[in-house]
Nanobody, 117 residues
């Protein structure tokens, strides 16, 4: 499975940004796609994940502000981020986990989101 994250950039606090993760590979439909982020000096944290069947997992901290969706025809997963805060500044990664497996095996290269105050 190959993953390509895009859509990062500079946004003012209170603004919105949508990240995209293009997934490819023969077995992509058997993987759920998750978004993670890593802020400077902090550990990587889970944000949201979605299966191609539409099941969603969300970290509590992001409910209400971040949403995840997918376009099955384009094998793309979108992360919509609203009401952004400076503390949302991080590199955002998408990753793929085989259904039923424990960990995320495949990772995209990351896209930087910077939220200015």
């Amino acid at each position: 499975v190959q993953l390509q994250a895009s859509g990062g950039g500079l946004v003012q606090a209170g603004g919105s940004l949508r990240l995209s993760c293009a997934a490819s590979g023969r077995t992509v439909s058997r993987h759920l796609i998750g978004w993670f982020r890593q802020a400077p000096g902090k550990e990587r944290e889970f944000v949201l994940a979605i299966s191609w069947g539409g099941d969603i997992w969300s970290a509590e901290a992001f409910r209400g502000r971040f949403t995840i969706s997918r376009d099955n025809a384009k094998n793309t997963v979108l992360l919509q981020m609203n009401s952004l805060k400076p503390e949302d500044t991080a590199v955002y990664y998408c990753a793929a986990r085989l259904l039923g497996a424990q960990g995320y095996k495949y990772w995209g290269q990351g896209t930087l989101v910077t939220v200015s105050s």
